[in-house]
């Protein structure tokens, strides 16, 4: 098949299939809900013992769920919204992020052969009829993404037709002790994006799936597109191994990518969902390359990070973000900015404040950023 070499022979990338879950619960539904209410899903852990942690809250399911069981479950979620029959999963490739396994290390080595990422990746294929799962992201925060960037670049390029892309996280003990030691997280139980006095990030569940399709394809079988996915954008800054560039320099080029590859300006974005996770450094950095991107519109484009109510969801935030970005597109509503104290001068932006702001965006914009400065950007488009 050739590969399209101009923007006007690019196939455009919709979704026609989403399912997602937080700690809030399962189901898109349950999502919107909470997003409208714009109550925090913070509480104290009770999934194992972190008594002997500076910070004991995070945002979870109660009990103990399995990843690969509430994998395969959103992973038939959005196959079955989007209407595809067995047939036509089994054509289909999955792309997907996960974190990593800390219970793989620890096994014996003559075991950890069948245990890795990809195994992992496959076994999800397997179990819910898809044609097999060439790549698996762990690249952090940024790996849901940039797994949503490489599809669309798939389909844009008319190599694949449908790709579903499937990410998820559950709150654990090792990462949240691995947090809780680097004093990343928050001590007060709460995540407060882009404010005052805030004090870290809070981990969350979060387990989604999307399938995102050309619309030419999805028009030959009938498929009502959910949204269009119109624009990606990825940088890397290399500033620093933890810390994002404080002029927000690779976050700001990943935006101007995006909007670039979208055909949009920065005055047509809507809403910003951005990555906000509640720390010093990101939430400057990000403010910085908003500004930057921006220009003269930053102070007028509505932003707010939904980490502050869902937790940061690691591996899988953009693409938990993706579908909060969708739903957004949807109702008409901004979801609050919540945990909010007071403006910080290194924050100043339109933040959405007390609660939801009724708007109905044509365009929005998701930004996603990682350890070792790597920053993802995301366009999407109401249908």
Known sequence: MPVPTTAADREEVVVTGMSVTTAFGRGAEVLRDALAAGRPAFAEITRFDAGRRRSRHAAHLPGSPVLGDELASVVDGAVAQAGMAADLAAGTPLLFARHADAEWARRPLSEQGGHHHAASGSALAAATGLRGCPRTYTNACVAASTAIADAAALIAAGREERVVVAGGYLVDPDVHALFDAGRALATDGALRSFSAGRKGLLIGDGVAAVVLESASAAGRRGARPLTRLLG????????????????????????????????????????????????????????????????????????????????????????????????????????????????????????????????????????????????????????
């Open 232 to 383: 990606w954008g990825r940088a890397g800054d290399a500033y620093h191994v933890c810390q994002p560039h404080p002029e927000g320099l690779g976050m700001a080029r990943a935006i101007t990518a995006a909007l670039g590859r979208a055909g949009r300006a920065p005055e047509q974005v809507d809403y910003v969902n951005a990555h906000g996770t509640g720390t010093p450094y990101n939430d400057s950095a990000e403010t910085a390359a908003v500004h930057l991107a921006f220009g003269e519109h930053a102070p007028k484009v509505p932003v707010s990070s939904t980490k502050s109510l869902t937790g940061h969801t690691l591996e899988a935030s953009g693409i938990v973000e993706l579908a909060v970005s969708m739903l957004v597109l949807q109702d008409g509503r901004l979801p609050v900015n919540a945990g909010y104290l007071g403006e910080d001068p290194a924050c100043r932006l339109d933040l959405v404040l007390g609660e939801a702001r009724p708007l109905r965006p044509r365009t929005v914009l998701s930004l996603n950023a990682a350890f070792g400065g790597a920053n993802t950007a995301l366009v999407l488009e109401a249908i």
